[in-house]
């Protein structure tokens, strides 16, 4: 990635705002900005805008929401922050936390009300480490069907989206004050956008293998379960500038990605009853943990591999994910009438797998003390007929990136906040703590959505002044 001077430099066009990124980050900052009287530019380098939040869930945490309210659950900034908080070890910018939990209830009603964003609340069950039901997501419950409803909400405000654009380039004077930058186009022409204010919201650096390797060894080999373009543009680019970086090891996991079928398969499943096992039919771990730090768990096991056992109850909640009907029909879920069935069609040791069924059993029953310390009480025993998914553990995106203040400017080592510079999402550092186990449900989608709209006002408010 390049920084050109900016003592001379030319331009084919000049917008007041410019963001680099049209996923669900750089989306509703280009919301904002519209809403605040910008006019703005969304820069995309794929042939459609959908980013690393097409391959997500599509779930966004949020705090008191109209939603919320008409099922009455009672819920806070307060409340959400230490949520935050409590999976992170205190180790997160606690102004910034706070300034996300307030303003994700309005953010998400905000998208709801003026832009038909389709949100609903997910209800049946808490996703690891929330209190009360906050999840809001689109009616499929995919990342997919949420950047079409984000890009349809763009279309009607009048944004311009330029997609099959590479931006390789910025241009910046020496106090780092971006003029604009240039990308590059498939048949390899290079064109020129000034700008105002400047918005990185091209995600982290997932798709980087040497990046990984340097910040997150543990999961380097790991399978990629993100955006390939997720290759460290914004650190690098904000590091030229002279911005500071943190919490580079943190990142968001997952284990349960279905293999071979490469579908994420909700891990609703594990906090209704369900549990994972090993090649010899035994539990490992403490499902209830988090899906994040569960991917090292899975990987540690031998062949990376672990299994996924549930039942039918558990299947029928499941299909209410998109997700899982896909990996569904290619073939992922594998049915028996008996434990004894189901081993021989997982090829998993039959006396082991019975026997971990029947103690999870008693477990539930309030019989005896799981050794990895879960809590079985309160959901049925699993019960036949029984179902298994074979799975793995996976890298989704990274969370560390650009420190960023309470309105996602950029800020450099001392605490001084880069001239024009924005950063949301994953481009900025994130809401999880410095490694994987502060990453708490939801926290990518909350960056980029909270972060994603203070970045666009404040863009906006910068280029209007």
Known sequence: MTIL?????????????????????????????????AEVAVIERDTVPRGSTALSSGLVPACGTSFQRRRGIADSPAAMAEDIQRKAKNRNDPAIVAAVCAASGPTIDWLADRHAIPFALVEG???PGHRVWRMHGPPARTGAQLMDALSAAVANAGVDVVTDAHVTTLVADAEGRVAGLAYRRPDGSEERVGCGALVLACSGFGGNPAMVREYIPEMAGARYFGHAGNQGDAVAW?????AAVGHMGAYQGHGSVAVPQEALITWAIMMEGGFQVNAAGRRFSDEHGGYSEQAVHVLAQPGGIAWNIF????????MGFEDFRQAAEAGAVREAASIEALAAACCLPTDALAATVAHTQRLAAGEGSDAFGRDFTGKPALAPPFCAVKVTGALFHTQGGLVVDADARVRRPDGSSLPNLFAGGGAACGLSGEDVAGYLSGNGLLSAVVLGRFAGEGAARLAGG
Do not use: I, K
């Not at 084919?12 to 605040?36: I, S, Y």
């Not at 039942?311 to 499941?318: I, K, M, P, S, T």
């Open 5 to 37: 001077a900016a003592a001379g430099a030319s331009f084919d066009a000049t917008m007041p705002v410019v963001v680099v990124g049209g996923g669900a980050c750089g989306m509703v900052a280009a919301l904002a900005a519209r809403e605040a009287g």
């Open 125 to 127: 069950f808490l996703y």
């Open 238 to 242: 904000g590091t030229a500038l002279g």
């Open 311 to 318: 039942d039918e109850r558990l299947r029928h909640l499941a």
